[in-house]
Nanobody, 123 residues
Framework: QVQLVESGGGLVQAGGSLRLSCAAS????????MGWFRQAPGKEREFVAA????????YYADSVKGRFTISRNNAQITVYLQMNSLKPEDTAVYYC????????????????WGQGTQVTVSS
């Protein structure tokens, strides 16, 4: 069982930055592919970024490429999402997720989810 806890959300002006954190309780991410997803009101949950299970590869949605960076600490206990040049359309609840298989951009293929953290970008 993996428990994930996100933090770092908040209110920021357009063009600003935030860093989200996802901490795993009692586990490392070494056996899991990790992903960040987001869900805006009235919309489906969408892929944002992901690590491969080895951590060697990173994948990004086209909408965030060049602005967001996924990373993790050396102990592989915390995964981060650095978000720069934020836009109002980035406003959503952001979720961290883990799956025991290879990485995926499909939310339904992830086994574990955090509770989400709200990110609001004002214009």
């Amino acid at each position: 069982q993996v428990q994930l806890v996100e933090s770092g959300g908040g209110l920021v002006q357009a063009g600003g930055s935030l860093r989200l954190s996802c901490a795993a309780s009692g586990r490392t991410f070494s056996n899991y592919a990790m992903g960040w997803f987001r869900q805006a009101p009235g919309k489906e949950r969408e892929f944002v970024a992901a690590f491969s299970r080895s951590g060697s590869f990173r994948y990004y949605a086209d909408s965030v490429k060049g602005r967001f960076t996924i990373s993790r600490n050396n102990a592989q206990i915390t995964v981060y999402l650095q978000m720069n040049s934020l836009k109002p359309e980035d406003t959503a609840v952001y979720y961290c997720a883990a799956r025991s298989g290879i990485h995926s951009v499909v939310a339904a293929e992830y086994d574990y989810w955090g509770q989400g953290t709200q990110v609001t970008v004002s214009s």
